[in-house]
């Protein structure tokens, strides 16, 4: 197999050896003779599947007892809706922290239901930074506080997980889930789309803690409420069966090279490749501000933006792929996901020295 190094932002590339055993189980699971996809979600082998997919999540993050896990559809967009649905007290505001595009869309979503606080924003550094805490002026009768962990297309991440006090904290980590160690209990939400570090896209996880459940309106559409999600254990409909089961896949790739703080070791180690060689010169730069680059996605610009189409047509050549930036920040992203070998990275700082060395 001639594989590419896929840098793509979003589905991004996925665990060989995932796609290896994916492959030799595709037409007959386990040799029961059909494919996960034909499988009744109510059959056993399923619910098998979907149990080890969420046991093995739960001992990867050491996910609570008091929190539950649900596999549901819609994506992270659909939770910008959601967690204002199932959350907000009626007529209560609820606070946002702004760190870039995808933190707008879910502050967009929000206001639908009411009044939001917006408790700081980097939209004055164009979102190259996070604010800092000391700043915020949040509202202690917010129903919860939403934050993004890494803003995708700005390449700005959290380092550490900011202090609501009593207030719920809420967190988009559609974009750096599993990527390190974390502390749950300090949530009252997660969630996170899969198709960057979990697995296929049509499948999103949602944590939540379960006294949050049972808050939504009457009148919220069933599929929209946790507590209906949660007391069907996310088979209120037919769940994305196949997109569950390779989650599982992931997940015990994960466990098996060391589970989150070997993966953090190996996010770092590779992230600060490509961040050693901006300090190194002045060809390339990274617009984010040093202390919250993320380990990531990497957004860089080249000295001459003239010369960003033979850069990537070199890269291309090369079976370096996606490595085009946002089009709203323009230049280069290199997205490092968990499933981003050493290699690729070591491959694409190598050709990006030797551009330099042409062109700059
Ligand atoms: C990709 C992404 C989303 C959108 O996810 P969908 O599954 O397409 O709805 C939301 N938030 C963040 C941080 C993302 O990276």
Request: some cysteine; proline content about 6%.
């Amino acid at each position: 197999m001639n594989r590419v190094f896929n840098f793509s932002a979003g589905p991004g590339v996925m665990p060989e050896p995932v796609l290896e055993r994916a492959a030799v189980e595709m037409s007959s699971w386990r040799g029961r003779g059909l494919s996960v996809m034909e499988m009744s979600h109510r059959s056993d082998e399923f619910i098998e599947i979907a149990q080890h997919a969420e046991a093995r999540l739960r001992a990867l993050l050491a996910i609570p007892s008091n929190y539950r896990v649900l596999f549901l559809q819609g994506g992270a967009t659909l939770q910008f809706a959601m967690v204002p649905i199932n959350l907000r007290r009626a007529g209560a505001s609820v606070d946002y922290l702004d760190t870039g595009q995808w933190s707008r869309k879910a502050i967009d979503e929000a206001r639908k239901s009411g009044p939001v606080n917006v408790v700081a924003s980097s939209a004055d550094t164009k979102f190259t930074s996070i604010p800092a805490r000391a700043g915020w002026r949040c509202d202690p009768a917010a129903s919860y506080l939403h934050y993004t962990s890494n803003e995708t297309i700005g390449g700005v991440q959290f380092h550490h997980v900011p202090d609501s006090g009593q207030v719920p904290l809420v967190c988009d980590m559609s974009s750096d889930i599993l990527s390190k160690p974390l502390d749950v209990a300090r949530f009252g939400v997660i969630y996170a789309g899969a198709q960057k570090n979990i697995g296929p896209a049509g499948v999103t996880v949602v944590i939540v803690r379960d006294d949050l459940l049972g808050r939504a309106d009457p009148s919220t559409p069933a599929m929209l409420d946790y507590a209906v999600q949660a007391q069907s254990e996310s088979m209120f409909n037919t769940p994305p069966t196949w997109a569950i089961y390779i989650a599982g896949l992931v997940f015990d790739w994960l466990e098996a090279l060391g589970g989150l703080a070997e993966i953090e070791r190996r996010n770092r180690d590779k992230a600060m490749l490509l961040y050693e060689l901006f300090d190194a010169t002045e060809f390339y730069r990274c617009p984010v501000a040093v202390e919250d680059r993320s380990l990531m996605n990497v957004p860089f610009t080249l000295g001459d933006a003239k010369l960003d189409p033979l850069f990537l047509d070199e890269a291309q050549a090369l079976g370096m792929q996606q490595l085009k930036g946002h089009r709203s920040v323009g230049g280069m992203r290199a997205s490092l996901y968990n499933a981003m070998p050493r290699a690729g990275v070591e491959a694409l700082v190598q050709f990006m020295r030797e551009f330099e060395r042409r062109h700059g």
